[in-house]
């Protein structure tokens, strides 16, 4: 399974969802398309899974989950990206490019106004539920390989600093002032 096609399961889970907006039950449909493949095309899918997660690993990505859920541990953005590949390619790739354009997505002006976190856990194991479900057995844990990329030197502040969240991050700042 490459990229493509990873990114097209995710489509047809949102499209099955009842609220494409869930991410645990997009993870649930994902996991049930995904375990109908061959077990070579699963096991493929864990290292695109763990690419997206790769190319997701950004301070300013981090900063806008931070904003959004109050705060953010290496496990809380580790779910909150989980939750942003469950939204979709679209959403996933330009909020990559530009974090504080999640300040559009209705999804995170519901989730300001209610307090809601934004994160979701069940992306992170679509791909072993997946295999799990269809050879009976375990991914190997050398499935994949990682490589996160340098934070970048210029976003090490504080995330809880308001003032340059709103400087760096204004539409957000907006949606989740002090």
């Not at 490019?97 to 934004?118: K, M, N, Q, T, Y």
Request: proline share 6%; charged share 25%; hydrophobic share 45%.
């Amino acid at each position: 399974m490459n990229k493509q096609q990873f990114w097209e399961l995710i489509e047809a889970a949102r499209h099955q969802a009842s609220d494409p907006n869930d991410g645990e039950d997009v993870a649930r449909r994902a996991t049930s398309q995904l375990a109908t493949h061959p077990p070579e095309a699963i096991f493929a899918a864990e290292q695109v899974l763990w690419g997206l997660m790769a190319e997701s690993y950004t301070n300013p990505l981090w900063a806008a989950a931070y904003m959004i859920n109050g705060g953010c541990s290496d496990d809380g953005f580790d779910y909150f990206r989980g939750w942003l590949i469950a939204q979709g390619r679209e959403a996933f790739e330009r909020t990559v490019a530009d974090p504080d354009a999640l300040a559009e997505l209705p999804i995170v002006r519901a989730s300001a106004v209610d307090g809601l976190d934004l994160a979701c856990e069940e992306t992170l194991s679509i791909v072993w539920n997946a295999h799990l479900a269809a050879t009976g057995e375990q991914l190997p844990h050398d499935a994949f390989t990682i490589r996160y990329p340098e934070l970048d030197p210029a976003w090490n502040v504080a995330f809880d600093d308001h003032s340059e969240m709103t400087r760096r991050l204004p539409r957000l700042a907006a949606l989740y002032p002090e």
